[in-house]
């Protein structure tokens, strides 16, 4: 059986089948080879010898020269070469090797790279990330944070660099008989730089001169006023007077926008945030690119009206932790980079606040309590309107019950009889809950800034709480939360449908799964300021237990 298949498979029409095979596959190769002569040609010319000597080594070193540097662009091989002035800014001219000076404090670290004066390994030390890592800002393969290059050429300045003090750093480059001077200034108080940069003998041609913010796309970024998420990156953009927040993070769509009169232009995710300010005469542009998946890149412009030539350009940068306080002492504008929502008025002085209470008390946990109680007692006013309210509503409980009753097969006498009733016994329907909108502003905005705040950040409690601005480990709170919630609603007079009773019956559980992802800080301001109005109700509803015993009584 075996010496017989082996016999059919070796047969003569097997091996002309084979031998033809081979025939086409070479001949194919050597009419390719003919037909596209360059191609063949290209491929034979960038394969270098690692090792070697004589010939060899020589034509190694040769075709090395030839290749194009990491981060520009080969040319074509099959296109005409276009011939360049000494002065076009869009010129390829050899590369040099990248340098980096390095500087460091108690706040910072980071290199300055000879490739455009980016910032490279820019490292947060006063914070680390949720695997207790560095925080690095600016991660991108190709560029640095805040790298300077000139607008419409892909080729990397390259800057001649030296460190003038622990604090300042001065390069200049040339592209054909241009020069670019930048002047980098280190502010460690503040962890800022300032800029300045001058183009002397620019061509006819210039285009402008460019800042690039490059940061890696964070998975996992949606998020939602109701459901935050830390990883979630947006752009912050001040143009014309306007504030812009553009949504970074989505994974279905790519993002592009174009900006013009720029005056700031951030780079921020949830607590941190990389930021650029302009101080030139001239307004720069700006271009948000942000992948569906890839790198995320905002690149700011300088076009001058006109070319002169020496030109000035100016501007500030700042890298590291969105602190309200620290971002203000860079420059006003960089405020705007905290997004405290609709009421972010509010939400600042209740930041001083927390802070000065911080300041007695030493925990921020026991920080959010006080200032939750403040703003219980602040908004007392329209809670007690809101008892009153619910006092007369307990009164009329009986009557109520009666039209219900009566009119249970006719929902629109039932109504309307209702609203008789309510009329006349001078009682409003919205008395409770007028009072409770009146102050939503500062909840929202209390809601805000406990969600935003870089103060909360890995900051500890108690026992198991050990970072506020993360989702409780155990869920003890969003539980007391949850029980809390229930008996709120049990001992709140309604005037609502049984139906539509019983479907309000689940919010407290709604309300405990919501909780469940939401940053402990959060969800500790929640469960206390729940606990406080429970309190408030009880002993301002006191009074009001004969009335329970009428009620009862007329039943």
């Known amino acids: 059986m075996s010496s017989q298949n082996e016999k059919s498979f070796f047969d003569s029409k097997t091996i002309i089948a084979v031998v033809l095979v081979g025939v086409l596959f070479f001949g194919w190769q050597k009419y390719l080879e003919h037909k596209y002569p360059d191609f063949y040609k290209k491929k034979e010319t960038v394969t270098a010898p690692v090792e070697g000597s004589g010939e060899g080594s020589a034509a190694g070193s040769a075709n090395a020269a030839a290749a194009p540097a990491a981060g520009t662009t080969a040319p074509n091989p099959q296109a005409p070469l276009k011939a360049t002035s000494p002065t076009d800014s869009s010129a390829v001219v050899p590369t040099q090797t990248e340098s980096k000076v390095s500087f460091e404090n108690d706040r910072l670290a980071f290199d300055v790279s000879s490739k455009g004066m980016g910032l490279r390994n820019l490292t947060v030390r006063s914070y680390t990330d949720r695997e207790k890592k560095p925080v690095v800002m600016g991660v991108s393969d190709t560029s640095g944070l805040f790298e300077v290059g000139l607008a419409g050429r892909e080729q990397k300045l390259d800057f001649n660099i030296q460190k003038i003090s622990e604090t300042s750093l001065k390069g200049t480059a040339s592209v054909g008989a241009m020069t670019i001077e930048n002047e980098l200034n280190f502010h460690p108080e503040t962890s800022s730089w300032s800029s300045l940069v001058r183009v002397l003998n620019a061509p006819a041609d210039f285009k402008g001169l460019t800042v690039l913010l ?87 412009t300088y076009k001058p009206a006109q070319i002169k030539d020496q030109m000035t350009f100016q501007w500030k940068t700042y890298s590291g932790p969105k602190s309200l306080t620290d971002l203000q002492k860079v420059d006003p504008v960089l405020g705007d980079v905290v997004n405290f929502g609709f009421f972010a008025s509010i939400g600042k002085i209740l930041l001083i606040v927390l ?40 009164k009329i409980q009986p009557m109520l019950q009666s039209i219900r009753e009566r009119y249970k097969s006719d929902p629109t006498a039932m109504n309307r009889e209702t609203m008789a009733l309510m009329r006349d016994q001078k009682v409003n329907p919205l008395g409770g809950c007028l009072p409770m909108l009146l102050q939503m502003p500062v909840f929202f905005a209390l809601y805000q800034v406990l969600g935003q705040s870089i103060e909360l950040y890995q900051a500890p409690f108690i026992l198991w709480i050990h970072d506020l601005s993360v989702k409780d480990p155990f869920f003890v709170l969003p539980v007391l939360m949850g029980a809390t919630m229930f008996i709120q609603q049990k001992i709140t007079p309604t005037t609502m449908d049984p139906a539509q009773a019983k479907i309000l019956q689940w919010m407290p559980l709604i309300f405990s799964v919501f909780t469940l992802s939401l940053p402990a800080g959060l969800t500790l301001y929640i469960f206390v300021s729940t606990l406080f109005g429970v309190i408030q109700q009880q002993i301002f509803m006191r009074d009001s237990k004969p009335a329970q015993s009428a009620v009862a009584m007329a039943k």
């Open 355 to 394: 802070k000065w209470f911080y300041g007695f008390v030493g925990n921020w946990g026991f920080s959010i309590i006080l200032l939750t109680l403040l703003v219980r007692v602040l908004v007392l006013p329209f809670n007690i309107t809101s008892y009153k309210s619910m006092k007369k509503m307990q």
């Open 214 to 300: 490059p940061e890696k796309k964070h998975p996992g970024g949606k998020s939602s006023f109701l459901m935050p998420s830390t990883e979630h990156q947006e752009f912050v953009v001040k143009h014309q007077g306007t504030i812009d927040h553009v949504n970074a993070s989505s994974e279905s769509e790519d993002v592009k926008k174009d900006f013009q009169q720029v005056g700031l232009v951030a780079m921020s995710s949830h607590y941190f945030t990389s930021a650029f300010v302009d101080q030139s005469d001239t307004t720069p542009e700006a271009q948000l690119i942000a992948p569906a998946k890839g790198e995320l890149t905002a690149l700011v």
